[in-house]
């Protein structure tokens, strides 16, 4: 089975400090994704990789940068947390086959 | 962008009766997907419909894809309190069958 894994479950940061989520996924997939999820507003994507060191823009990418140095780590990067980045964070994988494999998600909350 | 909207919003029901969940989008697709997520947790991939194909099967899942109205269903047969979760819709571009964009989801109750 595919496993996606996400570093934190929880996750409470001050205004403007810098903060790293990390995903790693074990199957070998070219793809990540990053996503918030927010009440009322589904899924929005904010980054994908296609590749190692590859990354595109999704619909909302303002305040994130992305890294992805080995093919199984995608990592989002809130270089300076603002309240409005309070989210459900959600990454994903997938290979050739289209469907994408969630980990279970990091509650961030910025105060 | 495109975008799959899902109706209704919500949806509650008694164990053993079937659910019905739609989701419509607005431009052309390669394939829509379907996932499930229980409260709190990350997303499950229930069943991927290509856009040459009209009805898929998955255990007690059925799914009709109508390319002409651009829409497509989700049936739940014979439906279980387990199976009480948001639904999501997940369409692909032309341009890319990789990015998929997501409904809002329906939130399905179903009562013991």
């Known amino acids: 089975d595919v496993k996606v894994t996400q570093s934190s479950r929880y996750l409470v940061k001050r205004t403007g400090e810098k903060v790293f989520l990390e995903c790693v996924q074990d199957m070998d997939h070219e793809n990540m994704f990053w996503y918030r999820q927010d009440p009322g507003l589904g899924l929005r994507l904010i980054y994908f990789?296609?590749?190692?060191?590859?990354?595109e823009k999704g619909d909302i990418p303002e305040g994130y940068s992305v890294s992805r140095e080995k093919k199984e780590r995608f990592s989002l990067i809130l270089e300076s947390a603002s309240t409005n980045q309070t989210s459900m964070y959600l990454c994903a994988s997938s290979g050739s086959a289209y469907e994408q494999y969630f980990g279970p998600g990091t509650r961030l909350t910025v105060t | 962008s495109q975008q799959g909207e899902e109706d209704p919003q919500a949806l509650s029901i008694q164990e053993g009766e079937n659910a019905t969940m739609n989701c419509s989008y607005k431009?052309?697709?390669?394939?829509l997907q379907w996932y499930r997520q229980n409260s709190g947790r990350g997303l499950v991939h229930l069943i991927l419909?290509?856009?040459?194909?009209r009805e898929k099967h998955s255990g007690r899942l059925r799914v009709t894809l109508d390319t002409s109205k651009k829409s497509s269903s989700l049936l739940i047969t014979a439906s279980r309190a387990a199976d009480t979760a948001s639904y999501f819709c997940?369409?692909?571009?032309?341009?890319?069958?990789?990015?998929?964009?997501f409904g809002s989801g329906t939130r399905l109750l179903v009562r013991p």
């Open positions: 431009t052309s697709i390669n394939n």
């Open positions: 997940a369409t692909d571009g032309v341009d890319s069958s990789y990015k998929l964009i």
């Open positions: 419909i290509r856009s040459n194909e």
């Open positions: 990789s296609y590749d190692v060191k590859m990354k």
